[in-house]
């Protein structure tokens, strides 16, 4: 499926929520006005994701790369942008796992993978050491466990 649907600006009133279906089902909709792109509308999860990747690379954090990240610290932020912000600094400065940031964010773990496909975000595909093999058993065991049968 093509993950782009293009839309003529005079049409988005008609059409809003066909587009909006269309973004929640993972399309980035592109608005046109005499063919030429003028916005996009993409899902906010996406949304998040991608203004967390540019900032971590313009503006790149102290990230204790043995230290982790915990469940506490990730609860304690409020806002779900600085949330994302500090899950996905330290997934792309390789202290937690995929698995780990999926399950520090709430969505499931391939969710997280495909958009981090979808969205060109650099991924991890193996663990570099039997510590992070072990946390990514531990993710997912905890994952599978709410996950409902």
Same mark, same amino acid.
């Given at each position: 499926?093509?993950?782009?649907?293009?839309?003529?600006?005079?049409?988005?009133? %008609?059409?809003? %929520?066909?587009?909006?279906?269309?973004?929640?089902?993972?399309?980035?909709?592109? !608005?046109? *006005? @005499?063919?030429? &792109?003028?916005?996009? +509308?993409?899902? !906010?999860?996406? #949304?998040?994701? =991608?203004?967390?990747?540019?900032?971590?690379?313009? %503006?790149?954090?102290?990230?204790?790369?043995?230290?982790?990240?915990?469940?506490?610290?990730?609860?304690? !932020?409020?806002?779900?942008?600085? %949330? #994302?912000?500090?899950?996905?600094? #330290?997934? =792309?400065?390789? *202290? +937690? *796992?995929?698995?780990?940031?999926?399950?520090? $964010?709430?969505?499931?773990?391939?969710? $997280?993978? $495909?958009?981090? @496909? @979808?969205?060109?975000? &650099?991924? @991890?595909?193996? &663990?570099?050491?039997?510590?992070?093999?072990?946390?990514?058993?531990?993710?997912?065991?905890?994952?599978?466990?709410?996950?409902? *049968?």
């Amino acid at each position: 499926m093509e993950p782009i649907q293009r839309v003529a600006r005079t049409d988005l009133a %008609r059409k809003t %929520r066909q587009v909006l279906q269309a973004v929640q089902r993972g399309r980035t909709v592109v !608005i046109e *006005s @005499h063919g030429q &792109p003028e916005a996009a +509308i993409l899902d !906010i999860a996406d #949304y998040r994701i =991608l203004r967390a990747v540019m900032r971590y690379y313009s %503006r790149p954090p102290k990230v204790d790369v043995e230290a982790g990240l915990t469940d506490e610290q990730v609860a304690a !932020i409020r806002d779900p942008q600085e %949330r #994302y912000d500090l899950v996905i600094a #330290y997934y =792309l400065g390789e *202290s +937690i *796992s995929l698995s780990r940031a999926a399950e520090l $964010l709430q969505v499931p773990w391939f969710e $997280l993978r $495909l958009r981090f @496909h @979808h969205l060109d975000v &650099p991924m @991890h595909v193996a &663990p570099a050491t039997l510590e992070e093999l072990r946390a990514e058993v531990k993710a997912l065991e905890a994952w599978t466990r709410q996950t409902p *049968s």
